[in-house]
């Protein structure tokens, strides 16, 4: 089962600050999915993201998201101007090897909260 | 687009009694299924999946899911439930065509008591 690790596990911001959440995978992985729950909600699809590109992304995933690899390894989620409702849990998603399935292994999510 | 359906926001039951979660899916294609539970505190932890073969899927702690195709089903079902098992449990649902999204129920909050 692959690992995925977030960073940070919580942060706290002013509404209008940028927000940068990480994952990184244990091993190589060209798909990753981020998802949110807002406290007391469902899991939300935000966005994923191929080899490079983003390939699908809801509604909620406007302008004031993005979605980077900046390293090869690494995978962020940006909020450029936070605002209140973006307080929740963000997850960040990656399939088996050889998957397709739509089966996802979760790490343990980054908790926003937004004052 | 495929869609799930959680009734019950909350099951409180005791101990060692058996419970039923139940999970709705709609979708115009095949689809695979899943349950996931989240401790709390915690991240998504993959319980079961249905993706092909036996419509009856077990967990290695005593859960298992019936797909039933007729009736669009995947209710979740435990004989004999342990404290442990307070949780919520998530059902989702991704279409049987490459490396689709999951999409999620509103959950379901398990509350074992003694």
């Known amino acids: 089962e692959p690992e995925v690790t977030q960073t940070p596990s919580h942060q706290v911001t002013q509404m209008g600050q940028e927000v940068i959440l990480r994952c990184v995978p244990i091993?190589?992985?060209?798909?990753f999915y981020w998802y949110r729950q807002i406290l007391g909600q469902k899991v939300e699809f935000l966005v994923s993201?191929?080899?490079?590109?983003?390939?699908?992304k809801s509604e909620i995933f406007d302008d004031q998201f993005s979605v980077e690899r900046p390293d090869g390894s690494n995978f962020t989620l940006k909020i450029r101007s936070t605002k209140l409702e973006d307080s929740a849990m963000y997850f960040c998603?990656?399939?088996?090897?050889?998957?397709?399935?739509?089966?996802?292994?979760f790490g343990e999510g980054s908790r926003l909260t937004v004052l | 687009a495929q869609s799930v359906t959680q009734l019950d926001s909350q099951v409180p039951v005791f101990e060692e009694a058996p419970v039923e979660l139940r999970c709705n899916y709609s979708?115009?294609?095949?689809?695979?299924l899943f349950w996931y539970v989240q401790y709390p505190n915690q991240g998504l932890q993959l319980l079961l999946k249905?993706?092909?073969?036996?419509?009856l899927v077990e967990s290695i702690n005593g859960f298992e899911a019936e797909f039933n195709k007729s009736q669009t089903s995947f209710h979740l079902r435990k004989p004999s439930v342990h404290i442990s098992d307070t949780a919520e449990y998530f059902c989702?649902?991704?279409?049987?065509?490459?490396?689709?999204?999951?999409?999620f129920g509103t959950g379901t909050r398990l509350l074992v008591s003694p």
């Open positions: 993201f191929y080899n490079n590109e983003i390939s699908e």
């Open positions: 989702a649902v991704s279409e049987d065509t490459g490396f689709q999204k999951l999409v």
């Open positions: 249905y993706l092909s073969g036996s419509t």
């Open positions: 979708s115009s294609v095949s689809v695979y």
């Open positions: 998603a990656i399939p088996p090897s050889g998957g397709g399935t739509g089966e996802l292994f």
């Open positions: 091993s190589n992985h060209l798909y």
